[in-house]
């Protein structure tokens, strides 16, 4: 009995460190191969449990900012709208196939009213204009779904202020593109984006009436290739755009562009 | 889609099924359940507010994308989401070179940098207990709370915390036992 009890004193002493995370790797490994056969160990885990939970209960409390939480929020609502299960998808998606169908007409997405008010917008008058060939690419633009989305102070919304947009870039192909509305603003939602090199960053930019500025919330992509902005600003915004430019950003763009989101007045 | 009046009314472990149905609303109830804990105990470990939000955020997005695995078996939401808050905050803390663990929360917030050459020692000084220490490890010996919270904050084993203090492995695997079993008797002193 004593021999059963020295040769288990070994791991009721690491008991504490494993439910601490401290632990060596392989340390990590043979205790929780013991722990699997070890019903004294892990009814002592059971026990300690929740003085481990007091642990993390014991840090001073301070508010979290409440950009996270509308950040988050928007992430979360993004998503939510591109499964369909925020509620505002299946009322949404009525207009939103009739705009996708309204954008095929003249045979092709992208149709020719469309192509005429993208052409202007590059060539538009103001301090940063994109130079046409860039216009041109853009016209590879896929609008996916138009969900109910407005800007502006007259346009209809979600019950969550969540009115969307979604459009896929042609331009660089399989990024998806969300925008979703918050409040006055918006939050932005690429999926799928390659990674950028380093010392480069996303930069976000609107164009109003034929003026394209920055939007000034620089981004990258995570290693899932999704990246999010806000737009705190979308009040007569026309078309919304991405692209990577130098770390610190830049005041005009200096690369063509990788989305190109027109917003339905 | 629950309806927020409707989701605030829900336990935790029953919105964990409507988390993992992606339903944003009751998504929304849960962070704002936990989102104060999390972001405190994240701001704990990385030190400061811009890393924290990152961790918060990229915790509760795996949540959410994931469709919420939560296993009551191995305990209660709130645990499970801050155990996951504190691997991404020791993930974000590990791959920072050159920043050390907030120990303290001052008033202004006022942060340090730490050179990345800094000794280990003057790292586990940072982390020991000079800040405040409240709760479950204020009740503790000193030499208690310093090897938990070394553990659990600073993301360290128990050989390196051994090297930082200067004192055998035996002893910091001793301290770690002895004190969260004292948490536990003040926790279960509490029920009685």
């Known amino acids: ?265 | 889609m629950v309806k927020r009046e409707k989701a605030e009314r829900l336990a935790d472990e029953e919105l964990m099924p409507l988390i993992a149905a992606k339903d944003p609303e009751a998504f929304e109830v849960f962070f704002d359940r936990h989102g104060g804990a999390a972001y405190s105990l994240a701001y704990r470990i990385v030190g400061e507010r811009t890393g924290a939000e990152d961790v918060v955020q990229e915790a509760f997005i795996s949540i959410w994308r994931s469709g919420a695995r939560f296993d009551r078996a191995r305990g209660s939401v709130r645990a499970w989401t801050l155990s996951i808050v504190r691997n991404r905050a020791i993930d974000a803390l590990r791959s920072r070179a050159g920043k050390a663990p907030k120990l303290t929360f001052d008033d202004d917030l006022v942060l340090e940098q730490r050179p990345s050459d800094d000794s280990t020692e003057d790292e586990a000084m940072r982390h020991e207990t000079a800040g405040e220490v409240r709760g479950a490890l204020g009740t503790l010996p000193g030499d208690q709370a310093k090897v938990i919270e070394l553990a659990y904050f600073g993301g360290f084993s128990h050989s390196e915390i051994a090297g930082m203090l200067g004192v055998p492995l035996g002893t910091v695997k001793g301290r770690m036992r002895l004190g969260l079993e004292k948490i536990r008797g003040e926790l279960a002193e509490g029920l009685a």
């Open chain 1, 1 to 265: 009995m004593n021999e059963m009890n020295n040769g288990h004193e070994r791991w009721s002493e690491e008991l504490a460190a494993y439910m601490l995370g401290a632990l060596e790797p392989a340390e990590l490994a043979a205790f929780e191969q013991h722990l699997e056969g070890c019903e004294r160990c892990r009814a002592e885990a059971r026990w300690l449990a929740p003085a481990l939970q007091a642990v993390p209960e014991s840090v001073e409390r301070i508010e979290p900012p409440t950009e996270l939480r509308t950040r988050l929020m928007a992430e979360v609502r993004g998503d939510a709208a591109a499964a369909g299960t925020d509620g505002a998808a299946d009322s949404a998606g009525a207009a939103g196939e009739q705009a996708e169908a309204e954008l095929h007409v003249g045979g092709a997405r992208s149709g020719g009213g469309r192509r005429r008010r993208l052409g202007d917008l590059w060539r538009g008058e103001g301090p940063h204009r994109l130079r046409p060939a860039i216009g041109l690419a853009a016209l590879a633009l896929v609008v996916a779904a138009i969900a109910g989305y407005a800007v502006g102070n007259g346009g209809s919304s979600s019950p969550n202020g969540g009115g969307q947009l979604t459009v896929e870039s042609g331009h660089a192909p399989g990024v998806v593109a969300t925008m979703v509305r918050e409040g006055q603003g918006g939050s932005l939602h690429l999926r799928n984006v390659r990674p950028i090199p380093d010392g480069r960053v996303l930069e976000a930019w609107v164009q109003r009436g034929g003026k394209v500025t920055p939007v000034r919330a620089l981004f990258v992509p995570d290693r899932e290739g999704r990246a999010t902005t806000t737009v705190a600003d979308m009040d007569g915004v026309e078309t919304v755009m991405v692209t990577v430019e130098p770390a610190g950003g830049t005041a005009a763009p200096t690369s063509e562009p990788i989305v190109t989101m027109p917003i339905p007045g």
